[in-house]
T-cell receptor
Framework: AQSVTQLGSHVSVSEGALVLLRCNYS??????LFWYVQYPNQGLQLLLK??????LVKGINGFEAEFKKSETSFHLTKPSAHMSDAAEYFC?????????????FGTGTSLTVIP | EAGVAQSPRYKIIEKRQSVAFWCNPI?????LYWYQQILGQGPKLLIQ????????DSQLPKDRFSAERLKGVDSTLKIQPAKLEDSAVYLC??????????????FGPGTRLTVL
């Protein structure tokens, strides 16, 4: 079975501080992994995705994530938080199943940026 | 390029009533998804279409939910009759390819349903 676990439903950081949002996956086969961001009253927007190429993936808005197979992790980081980063962040895993592509989201992490 | 369009944005109904949501994906996108996002949870896939055919509806409560994608373009999701636990945001997404595991999904703004 495929699933993702996001540790910490709420994370607060000071403006300019490091952002670290945690995501662990469980998978019996190599997964494809995604991070999406959701601003209030908006749909989800792709930040970045891992598709088995480089393990360090760079995304939009200065975010990046590193795929670590040994730790089954795909944590999202940003060196310096900006006020505009305040949003809900979702980690997701995808793989091809018998009935087509199966896509599973984590429960989300709400990021607050303190001025 | 226009994004995924959804309507209405908000809907309030009484339990046991019926409701329908509409989604127009990005032009040319072959795959369309409907998700249910309950407050405080991640989106849960309800149904996936490849053109006008259903690829996966294993998590769709078929006793009350139905969806169609006639002509392989826009889609409607219906709930009949609605229950209190159906209160959620219903998200539509589309992707350009044939539903592969590496596809990027493009999401609409969602429809927020409140069932009283």
């Amino acid at each position: 079975a495929q699933s993702v676990t996001q540790l910490g439903s709420h994370v607060s950081v000071s403006e300019g501080a490091l952002v670290l949002l945690r995501c662990n996956y469980s998978s019996s086969v190599p997964p494809y992994l995604f991070w999406y961001v959701q601003y209030p009253n908006q749909g989800l927007q792709l930040l970045l995705k891992y598709t088995s190429a480089a393990t360090l993936v760079k995304g939009i808005n200065g975010f990046e994530a590193e795929f670590k197979k040994s730790e089954t992790s795909f944590h999202l980081t940003k060196p310096s938080a900006h006020m505009s980063d305040a949003a809900e962040y979702f980690c997701a895993v995808s793989r091809m199943g018998n009935t087509g592509n199966q896509f599973y989201f984590g429960t989300g992490t709400s990021l607050t940026v303190i001025p | 390029e226009a994004g995924v369009a959804q309507s209405p944005r908000y809907k309030i109904i009484e339990k046991r009533q019926s409701v329908a949501f509409w989604c127009n994906p990005i032009s040319g996108h072959a795959t369309l998804y409907w998700y249910q996002q309950i407050l405080g949870q991640g989106p849960k896939l309800l149904i996936q279409f490849q053109n006008n055919g259903v690829v996966d509806d294993s998590q769709l409560p078929k006793d009350r939910f139905s969806a169609e994608r006639l002509k392989g373009v826009d889609s409607t999701l219906k709930i009949q009759p609605a229950k209190l636990e159906d209160s959620a945001v219903y998200l539509c997404a589309s992707s350009p390819y044939r539903g592969s595991s590496t596809d990027t999904q493009y999401f609409g703004p969602g429809t927020r349903l409140t069932v009283l």
